[in-house]
């Protein structure tokens, strides 16, 4: 072996359907993200700027909100069902190209 060792990045947390359905109306800008696309904090406020988040962002006075709604449609989720008990599938083709841009100052709902 070389001395180096290889580094495993940190895992993101999986969220469970019921999960999701439980967050209510609305989320903000960096649990949509995780949710969707395993992305960090800044790299979903990166892709809100960029114009490429994959669902609705709605700003509220200097706050981003985003509606379940959208989310649960994407990932194919009904709210009115029982929801399995297994992870959320994240979508592959939802992954975003890193962008050295920097989101801004904006505070999350």
């Known amino acids: 072996m070389s001395g ?4 495993v990045p940190p895992s993101r947390r999986v969220w469970t359907p019921a999960e ?4 209510g109306v609305r989320t903000d800008v960096p649990t949509a993200g995780e949710i969707l ?35 649960l449609e994407l990932l194919g ?4 069902d029982q929801p399995p008990s ?5 979508n592959p083709s939802l992954a975003l190209a890193p962008d050295s ?3 801004g100052d904006v505070d999350a709902a």
């Open 37 to 71: 696309a395993g992305l960090c904090r800044d790299e979903a406020y990166r892709s809100v700027k960029r114009g490429d988040f994959p669902v609705p962002v709605v700003k509220v006075g200097r706050h981003l909100v985003v509606p379940v709604a959208p989310i």
């Open 4 to 7: 180096q060792e290889a580094t």
């Open 86 to 90: 297994g992870p959320v599938a994240r």
């Open 20 to 23: 999701v359905i439980a967050l």
């Open 101 to 103: 841009s920097s989101a």
């Open 77 to 80: 989720i009904k709210p009115g």
